[in-house]
């Protein structure tokens, strides 16, 4: 479980077709503190498992499911990723609960200025749309963000200078893909209510 607030952003060094997946290294400094073998970390929002460490580096393997519903199979040499360890049990709980399980990517549609402050919009697909309400919360690349706005086909973020500072959104252009987490408490409210109406329960 992650909270989808960015600890660093990490950098892809290698990237390698290995069997049945793509294997990427990336460069890290504070994440690697303790990280271990066979440890889970976010990579720019999907859960994956450490399977190599070596010095300021660690490997990740990505599954060709994992390749189909995530932007990391787009990603090359030099690519920014954002990076989270886990919750740890005794930690200060920010953010939301994330599981590290993308439900699609979006687009970023536009970008406009406000202040020292950045209004995005980002297509909604049919996994995460149905799960948007304005003051919501949606995970975008691993990061917990605050929905503004929403419709059916896109949604609206506000990113305050600190999330500029220590994420890769401030290089995104019109056109870029975004990994998206819907809610996973308004996802669990849906299926009950889905399940009430059937007539199951």
Known sequence: ????????????????????????VIR????????????????????????????????????PETLRRTTLGGLGVGSPVHL???????????????????????????QRREGDSLLVAYSAPAGVAPYLVPKGSV??????????????????????PHTLAVTRFDRLTTGDRVNLEADILAKYVAKALEVQQSGAL
Do not use: K, N, Y
């Open 1 to 24: 479980m992650f909270t989808g607030l960015v600890e660093e952003t990490g950098i892809i060094t290698t990237r390698r077709e290995v069997t049945d997946g793509l294997r990427l």
């Open 28 to 63: 890290a400094s504070l994440v690697l503190a303790a990280l271990r073998l066979g440890e889970s970390i976010a990579v720019s929002g999907v859960c994956l498992t450490v399977v190599e460490r070596d010095g300021d580096t660690f490997a990740v393997d990505c599954s």
């Open 84 to 110: 989270e360890r886990p919750l740890a049990a005794d930690g200060r709980f920010g953010g939301h609960f994330v599981q590290g399980h993308v439900d699609g990517t979006g687009r970023v549609l536009w």
């Open 139 to 160: 995970t975008v690349d691993g990061v917990s963000l605050t929905v503004v706005d929403c419709s059916p086909t896109q949604f609206t973020v506000a990113l305050i």
